[in-house]
């Protein structure tokens, strides 16, 4: 059984943790981020460069780059660190130790398509690169302060490091390419039957969002009570064994469970069936099983595995075909702080789960000053909640808010349902 919280406990210790545990995990992160870095250049050839533009993909050897440079531009460039969310994001940066770092690897100037034009330095270059940003940020670490705003940019680095890794792990499943590197959760084949079934949530006024001291990102703040009316929620992520039965009955060209964008998104980009899937029909077996293909290798699909890579279109439309809603973000917080206080089976992290919630600020947002993190995507997008097997457990916490576009099926995303 997974009761919400407990299950990740990294997910509340690393944003209250002190130097020494920043430190390690600081060094746990980069030695899985180069192991990830090798397996692309193992498969792609060296500096990882072989990849054709792709809108929602990086180049590695850019994204290294940027990992790096992101780090010393927070922390060893930054003299009002200390201030921690008070630090104003154009406070004069020291020079960097890589000249024209700035030209090479801010995101938020270099426009996508430009990055690959770029005259990047070479893997070993990038590499070194990383190695003295580190060995800076270590030496500041440990002469640092021990308030939350003193480490503030160091907890950010490092979750910054870690979200990059499961991009990595989008890019390789969508390149069909095995890293040799292991996910940091590989999502069980079969669900816990304790998790199985619904539960009745009684109606309340809960706490949204972060409240705990040390860190939090700026959208989930300010903490706040919002009046949560009663409901019915799935206790795991809907399965494939649950999920199937829509697509093999026609669920896909049937407009009727479709929204508007959805049916558009359909008709334009889906080929009728999940992605990554495919029915092997044997002889005398018309409707044969069921085959997924994970980082390039078909293998039988599991079908009390929770189904991952679906659209938020497709999670809409399975709920409808099912006389079910996506959850709220409110409910779903809801359900996860709850299920841990009372000790309710309610199992999540597996696979991001899709929620009917639009992402926005909450009431009395102020941005942090990594001003890029959430203020440009307040654009409407859905938010999902929980984490995958490809989300590092420190990422996993009951607060926060993951947003992507609504036709995104790159991402380790599934969704549960509510009863109307």
Do not use: K
């Amino acid at each position: 059984m997974q009761a919400a919280d407990t299950p990740h406990p990294q997910g509340h210790a690393i944003r209250q943790a002190d130097a020494a545990a920043l430190e390690a995990a600081l060094g746990q992160g980069r030695e899985r981020l180069l192991a990830m870095f090798q397996g692309f250049e193992n498969q792609l050839g060296a500096g990882g460069l072989a990849i054709a533009y792709d809108p929602v993909l990086n180049l590695p050897l850019w994204e290294l780059g940027h990992v790096a440079w992101f780090e010393e531009w927070w922390i060893a460039r930054n003299p009002a660190r200390s201030a921690g969310t008070a630090c104003h994001p154009a406070v004069p940066r020291l020079p960097s130790i890589l000249p024209g770092a700035d030209a090479f690897y801010d995101s938020a100037r270099i426009a996508h398509a430009a990055r690959w034009q770029l005259a990047l330095p070479d893997a070993e270059a990038t590499r070194l690169y990383l190695a003295q940003v580190r060995e800076r940020t270590l030496s500041t670490l440990r002469q640092s302060g021990t308030g939350d705003d003193d480490l503030y940019f160091f907890r950010l680095v490092l979750l910054h490091e870690d979200m990059h890794r499961e991009a990595w792990f989008m890019m390789a499943q969508q390149l069909d390419i095995d890293l040799r590197v292991p996910l940091p959760q590989p999502v069980p084949m079969t669900m816990d039957i304790s998790t199985t079934g619904e539960w009745q949530v009684p109606a309340g006024v809960r706490t949204m969002g972060s409240s705990s001291p040390g860190f939090a990102f700026d959208n989930e703040l300010q903490a706040h009570a919002q009046t949560v009316n009663a409901f019915t929620i799935d206790r795991q992520a809907v399965t494939w064994r649950e999920f199937l039965p829509f697509a093999m009955q026609g669920g896909y060209d049937d407009e009727r469970h479709w929204t508007r964008a959805g049916w558009q998104w359909r008709q334009a980009f889906s080929d009728g069936a999940p992605l990554y899937l495919r029915r092997l029909c044997q002889w005398g077996e018309p409707e044969g099983p069921w085959e997924q293909c994970r980082f390039g290798q078909w293998r039988p699909l599991h079908l009390d595995a929770p189904c991952v890579h679906l659209s938020a279109h497709e999670a809409a439309a399975w709920c409808r075909w099912a006389g079910r809603r996506l959850p709220s973000e409110a409910e779903w917080e809801t359900a996860a702080r709850l299920a841990s206080a009372q000790n309710e089976p309610f199992d999540w992290g597996r696979v991001w789960e899709w929620t009917s919630s639009h992402f926005c600020p909450y009431p009395g947002f102020v941005a942090h000053p990594y001003r890029e993190y959430s203020e440009p995507f307040f654009d409407g997008r859905p938010v999902l909640r929980g984490g995958s097997n490809a989300t590092d457990p420190r990422i996993r916490n009951p607060a926060y808010r993951n947003y992507f576009t609504a036709d995104r099926r790159d991402v380790f995303a599934g969704f549960r349902s509510c009863a109307l």
